[in-house]
RNA sequence: GCCGAAGUGGCGGAACUGGUAGACGCGCUGGACUCAAAAUCCAGUGUUGGCAACAACGUGUGGGUUCGAGUCCCACCUUCGGUACCA
């Protein structure tokens, strides 16, 4: 009998869809097993052949463990709040929740004729309300809780409440804003409501803050540093700039450490734990206080990795933005001090990274070295960030590449302080070499004896102390945008309120636009009646404008799988407890820092309040690599736009019929004869020559184009291999390849086995590679060989 | 610059802890079937020389360890991914 494909598969989904055989259930006498996809944001552009790779490996590996004797979790679901969908909102009217829905549709139909053995009952979708209860329901937590350090977990602000009226916050050791003040129970307890939330805010893993976010006007909202690309935004490519706003942030920094440590228990990719300790960031060094010179109230905080160096302190910069820079500018300064600080906020991400110029200037004042009483002038510079550390830098031109630099250009001195650097007029050495010398009480000294010297007298005399520095910074959690979770808040007298439990979900108001207002709001400020009433008949406020980052929602999705369908919990205890962690995840190496840093952050939260009983929620991580899109492009004339020239022919001359043929009077006529027009690659052949009649067809303008074609009669189009994409014309679709010309159009037929196959065939999963489909025949023969037997 | 991954036939790629390099597939060549084509089947296919048996050379480059290296060590080159005034 011959192998056809479509019957067999149509007659087995069929039968599992009536026997439920992948419904599974949370008890069981078999071990347990989780095997993840990253679920996809469902564009409207359709499933291409790239998103499969990993559902197709996870697949087979959950139907292997199936028939290890495993009850296995395997489960999919929808990313379903996102940019795209708004997008498309704004410029149709319409509303993101209809074409999301839609686009839910497609991806669905086309996820099953793949076969999948999914249990289907507990698909999730990230903007369904039910879902987003309980995204809203932990960023409640998390504005009720801080982080304790020497519990070294997240505690109830209440009880935090409860300290400060007894005792104040002097023995409190927590996780807060830098410039938290210290008070007393008495102090405590006669402050205003206002000014007791103000203080608890700096407390909160979540808060509003005012702070210099990546603003990006094209896009009309705030993107996180890490969907921010070589300073412009990941999606769209649009510039980014530097603003000060009032945007939640979340906490993360609080669990640096413990997200480092977490890294050494699971098994991940290398180059992941990578990324994220590189994104971390931890560096160990010191704070140091530089008394200034004639401002006996003021002292400027250092962070240096590099303490020993202290005695070479030659000069001290501030970040332009600091906030000593107008009370240390002297008046025969100020002048020129304004004008980089303007200078300086003119620039734009992309300028700085362009050029790199070594500027600055001085403010006319000079800063006291706390080991030796040496003045240093103060300057201010933009390679001082104002976001890292203090946001100013003790120099040591004879220990750091960068200072030195800064010290030959404006002619500062350089002091050696180490017996092993070289010649100072050639560059800056960052031994650790040989013994100090210049160095008051360290001379002679190596460097493991130096540290713990200057560290004591330091912390002695209360001028400083070792710290641990990290470059990570605070998550901004708040976006300009109406496609996302609304923030479970209201604002009354300018504090943030949490609204009460029993009202979540808080549900998105319907809109007229999906645009911000005339007054700059977010596009929630269009909603009639936004407003929420804490005491029935009593006084409304607004509830908060912005909702919620896309990475939200997909923090914490996998719990949701286990026990999808409860509206008392985010999951039960019971399905937690059963299913524990994922035990393999497999999804694209992207979002290395971003998803994989965020879910794990908010997985160690919901651990500190005993929600989840897993420290790690993905025990073994694989990435999936890319595949790529080939994408196929014609040349055509620069003077006559309907005249296209195979790409071996771009460079030749013409024959006079040839000449006669396009209507032009020689080669010169046609002008420049240009590449870049991205044609559909459906309309490409395997051999890329172009289906002519087909390009005729495909968009009006091309119906009279005249083809110069190559000698063999068949015009050639030239191939690159670029991202898969809507806009590339390069995306392909599996059911073109799975379903047959009765089901699709132009459907070739091979059924899913086929397809499957072929794609694990293509190479390990974890390699991007581009897609193509040469071999796809040899694994057709293979099935119907196969079938045969 | 720094961090990470990877370099094997015409192509995608195999080769587990050091033990017959090139599995399997694509492509190509020849043959069978057919009036013919497609499909299918059979055989061959790293490079060079040879009718052949066979020989020499072959895993980015140069060294090294070993009875034996694609695999281990050192140095370098190239490609891809990430990241970058982080004090």
């Known amino acids: 009998m011959e192998y056809n494909p479509r019957d067999i598969e149509q007659k087995w989904k069929q039968y599992w869809d009536d026997h439920e055989v992948y419904k599974i259930e949370n008890t069981s006498d078999k071990p347990k097993y989780y095997v993840l996809d990253m679920f996809p944001y469902p564009s409207g552009a359709g499933l291409h052949v790239g998103h499969p790779l990993g559902y197709i490996a996870t697949d087979i590996f959950s139907r292997y463990k199936r028939l290890k004797g495993f009850n296995v979790l395997h489960p999919m679901g929808y990313d379903s709040f996102g940019l795209p969908a708004e997008q498309y909102a704004i410029s149709t009217g319409q509303h993101p929740a209809i074409t999301t829905e839609n686009n839910i549709n497609t991806f669905r139909k086309q996820l099953e004729n793949l076969g999948f053995s999914y249990d289907w009952s507990r698909e999730v979708r990230t903007s369904d309300p039910s879902f ?15 982080y304790d350090k020497i519990a070294d977990k997240a505690l109830l602000i209440s009880d935090l409440v409860k300290t400060f009226s007894t005792e104040g916050n002097k023995k409190v050791n927590a996780v807060c804003d830098e410039d938290t003040p210290s008070f007393t129970a008495d102090e405590w307890n006669a402050m205003s409501e206002k000014e007791q939330q103000l203080l608890l805010l700096k407390y909160r893993l979540t808060f509003p803050e005012e702070s210099y976010v990546n603003w990006c006007p094209a896009l009309g909202t705030v993107l996180s540093n890490d969907e921010v690309k070589d300073g412009v935004s990941e999606r769209g490519g649009y510039p980014v700039e530097r603003k000060l706003m009032k945007q939640w942030a979340m ?10 440590e977490g890294l050494k228990t699971v098994d991940w990719p290398e180059s992941i734990k990578d990324q994220q300790t590189n994104w971390i960031g931890r560096s160990q060094g010191a704070s140091v206080k530089f008394g200034v010179e004639g401002h006996a109230d003021k002292q400027i905080g250092v962070f240096t990795t590099r303490v020993d160096t202290i005695y070479g302190v030659t000069f001290m910069v501030l970040a332009p933005e600091h906030e ?41 004042s000079y800063a006291v070295n706390p080991f030796n009483g040496e003045k240093v002038p103060i300057w201010i510079a933009d ?20 200072d030195w630099n800064f010290a030959k250009h404006f002619n500062l001195p350089i002091i050696p302080i180490l017996d092993a650097q070289k010649n100072m007029d050639e560059a800056a050495d960052a031994t650790k070499e040989g013994r100090y010398i210049n160095s008051g009480m ?27 520095q990290y470059r990570i910074r605070n998550a901004v959690f708040s976006r300009q945008r109406y496609w996302g979770e609304p923030v479970p808040v209201y604002w009354k ?27 700059g709001e977010p596009p929630l400020g269009r909603a009639e009646d936004w407003k929420y009433t804490p005491t029935p008949g009593g006084e409304s406020y607004p509830y908060e404008l912005s909702t919620m980052p896309g990475w939200a929602g997909s923090s914490w999705y996998f719990y949701r799988y286990m026990n999808p369908q409860n509206d008392q919990e985010f999951c039960s205890q019971d399905a937690v407890n059963y299913w524990r962690q994922v035990d393999l995840y497999v999804g694209g190496p992207e979002h290395a820092v971003g998803h994989l840093l965020y879910s794990r952050f908010w997985n160690k939260f919901m651990y500190d309040l005993g929600l989840v009983p897993e420290e790690e929620y993905a025990k073994k991580l694989i990435n999936q690599g890319m595949i790529q899109g080939v994408s196929k492009f014609v040349y055509r004339s620069f003077n006559h736009p309907n005249i296209y020239i195979s790409y071996d022919r771009v460079s030749d001359d013409f024959t006079p019929e040839e000449l006669k043929y396009l209507g032009v009077n ?23 020559s172009l289906d002519i009649e087909g390009f005729r067809n495909w968009r009006s303008e091309n119906k009279d184009a005249k083809f110069l074609l190559s000698s063999d009669g068949k015009y050639y189009c030239e191939s690159a291999v670029e991202k898969m994409s809507k806009s590339k014309y390069n995306v392909v679709n599996p059911d073109k390849l799975v379903l047959d010309s009765n089901e699709i159009e132009g459907g070739k037929g091979y059924g899913a086995d086929c397809f499957r196959m072929y794609e694990m065939f293509l190479g390990p999963v974890e390699v991007a590679k581009p897609w193509n489909t040469s071999g796809i025949d040899g694994v057709n023969r293979f099935l119907r060989k196969f079938w045969g037997l």
């Open 132 to 146: 987003y209860k309980w995204t809203q329901w932990i960023f409640m937590q998390l504005f009720n809780h801080y």
């Open 383 to 402: 390679y001082v960030l104002a976001g890292y550390g203090t946001g100013a830098v003790m120099a040591v031109p004879s220990g750091d590449q960068r």
């Open 442 to 468: 360290i001379n002679g000294m190596t460097y493991e004896e130096a540290v713990p010297t200057l560290i004591n007298w330091l912390e002695e005399k209360g001028l400083g102390k070792g710290k641990i």
């Open 493 to 519: 007298n300018e504090i943030p309120y949490l609204i009460d439990e029993s009202e979540l979900p808080l549900v998105l108001p319907q809109v007229d636009k999906y645009l911000p207002t005339e007054t």
């Open 251 to 260: 906490r993360i920094t609080a669990y640096a450490d413990r997200l480092l």
């Open 666 to 688: 020689s080669r010169d006529d046609l002008g420049f004869v240009g590449a870049g027009f991205h044609v559909d690659v459906n309309l490409v052949n395997e051999d890329s």
């Open 324 to 364: 000593y820079v107008a009370a240390l500018t002297t008046p025969e300064h100020q002048d020129e001090i304004e004008k980089y600080q303007k200078w300086t906020a003119s620039r734009s991400e992309v300028d700085r990274q362009a050029e790199k110029r070594i500027t600055g200037a001085f403010t006319g």
